[in-house]
């Protein structure tokens, strides 16, 4: 996020959601390498799972609103298409070094349209749906029914940025532009509730620093935890269970 200062409770949120995702990937982890029986495919985890994707996205939309309203008043439309495109790409390079890598580890069931990889392509298309302020919030909502409609679709793969794909594709993380570009919307929607002119239009109840801090600092590292932490889950419990993992 972008400014003069950063809003500690939005750092906290996605500390939270880190979190809840390095839960679900360990227990992920010890399912996939029958370390331990555990059902993340359905029931209570998948939902959990779903929640955890869902947090991460609502805090990006939320983010992208307070960093377009403290851009420098004047600015032209150029400027913040080029600043949100590039800053978009570079979040989606990362999406397909995440690809390369979970191809060469896994070959059947890498990453091709991963969470990293949406998040860039919002990142991008954000400067077009600044305009609807807190429209977002229906047009992310349509977003999401569109998702739910494209998925009883079978399509080429060449599609499947769009939630459209063959009936044999499977991947390990896969998160469409519909429905998910729609959770990425309704934040922005909020953050126009919620910051509007990017400041903070709520008061927060007192909450111990001891809490804060660890939680914000895993927030204000988000993008490095997530690159990292699945090679560090898979070899700890490598180490610690004996299991092969290559």
């Known amino acids: 996020m972008d400014g003069i200062s950063r809003y500690w409770e939005i750092d906290l949120a996605r500390g939270i959601a880190i979190l809840m995702m390095v839960l679900f990937h360990t227990l992920f982890d010890l399912s996939f390498f029958g370390i331990f029986s555990v059902e993340v495919s359905g029931g209570f985890w998948r939902y959990f799972a779903f ?3 869902s947090l991460f996205l609502l805090l990006v939309g939320i983010s992208l609103t ?3 309203a403290r851009m ?3 600015v032209s439309a150029y400027q913040i298409t080029l600043k949100f495109v590039q800053r978009g790409a570079g979040i989606f ?3 397909l070094l995440v690809t390369l890598c979970t191809w060469l580890y896994l070959k059947e069931g890498f990453i091709v349209f991963g969470i990293l990889h949406l998040i860039g392509i919002s ?8 305009r609807f302020k807190k429209g977002n919030l229906v047009v992310g909502f349509f977003c999401i029914l569109a998702g739910f409609i494209l998925a009883s679709m079978d399509g080429p793969i060449w599609l499947l940025p769009l939630g459209i794909h063959p009936v044999t594709f499977w991947s390990v993380d ?6 998910w570009f729609g959770c990425v919307l309704i934040g922005m929607g909020l953050g126009e509730y919620l910051y509007p002119d990017g400041l903070r239009r709520f008061t927060l109840l007192p909450i111990p620093a001891i809490i804060i801090r660890p939680l914000a600092f895993l927030g204000q590292h988000s993008l490095v935890i997530y690159l990292v932490h699945q090679p560090l889950i898979i070899l700890l419990l ?5 299991t092969r993992v290559l």
């Open 174 to 179: 896969y998160e469409p532009i519909f429905p």
């Open 123 to 130: 990142v991008m298309l954000s400067p077009f749906f600044f």
């Open 238 to 242: 490598a180490a610690l269970t004996g």
């Open 66 to 68: 307070i960093s377009r």
């Open 93 to 95: 390079l990362l999406g």
């Open 51 to 53: 929640a955890t994707a």
């Open 72 to 74: 420098p008043a004047g």
